[in-house]
């Protein structure tokens, strides 16, 4: 089956800075992979999505993620954090059976 | 309703016992899926569906553990002889296709005692 393994459990950044959240994939076919969020007391969120239409992926609230091949890589960046980006990440991947996987999450802290 | 409904949104049980989990999802979703997450952990991938049948169930962690949609809308998935261990919050999710942005409900707490 697919993977994911995100890089990092815990990730923390200042206020304005960059932000870099890596992830890789496995998949023995052509994946789809996801960004979600999850915001402390609150459910899943999808950030955004790449479906094979264009290597460089924007969502919302200016993340943004680039699909590489040759690194099969799918990393999620901001340029510049806010607090309100405190929150849990998760990478996913859907595969050849349509099932979806989730990394094992990685945790954002912006200092101010 | 508007979004995925889990019901109940607290279980606590003893160890031995039966429960019972169910999922609601948005009207017209044609998958669905159920995880679980531990306390600090990505969402554990258990059991998938389209429509009715069960695509892919190679998460379910042993045969304690069950799961249908009978009419394609809600979900239930069945615990047997419920352990400590099997102390998590239970996600369902649904999207209107497979790989697909998915909807997820607010979860069931259960906690085995």
């Known amino acids: 089956a697919q993977s994911v393994t995100q890089l990092g459990s815990h990730v923390s950044v200042s206020e304005g800075a960059l932000v870099l959240l890596r992830c890789n994939y496995s998949?023995?076919?052509?994946?789809?992979l996801f960004w979600y969020v999850q915001y402390p007391n609150q459910g899943l969120q999808l950030l955004l999505k790449?479906?094979?239409?264009?290597?460089l992926v924007k969502g919302i609230n200016g993340f943004e993620a680039e699909f590489k091949k040759s690194e099969t890589s799918f990393h999620l960046t901001k340029p510049s954090a806010h607090m309100s980006d405190a929150a849990e990440y998760f990478c996913?991947?859907?595969?050849?059976?349509?099932?979806?996987?989730f990394g094992a999450g990685t945790r954002l802290t912006v200092k101010p | 309703g508007a979004g995925v409904s889990q019901t109940p949104s607290n279980k606590v049980t003893e160890k031995g016992k039966y429960v019972e989990l169910r999922c609601d999802p948005i009207?017209?979703?044609?998958?669905l899926y159920w995880y679980r997450q531990s306390l600090g952990q990505g969402p554990e991938f258990l059991i998938y569906?389209?429509?009715?049948?069960?695509?892919?169930d190679s998460g379910l962690p042993n045969d304690r553990f069950f799961a249908v949609r009978p009419e394609g809308s809600v979900s239930t998935l069945k615990i047997q002889r419920t352990e400590r261990g099997d102390s998590a919050v239970y996600l369902c999710?649904?999207?209107?296709?497979?790989?697909?942005?998915?909807?997820f409900g607010s979860g069931t707490q259960l906690s085995v005692l």
């Open positions: 009207s017209g979703h044609t998958a």
């Open positions: 790449y479906t094979s239409a264009a290597t």
């Open positions: 998949s023995s076919v052509p994946p789809y």
């Open positions: 999710a649904s999207s209107f296709r497979a790989s697909e942005k998915l909807f």
């Open positions: 569906f389209q429509g009715t049948g069960a695509a892919d």
């Open positions: 996913a991947v859907s595969g050849r059976n349509n099932d979806m996987r």
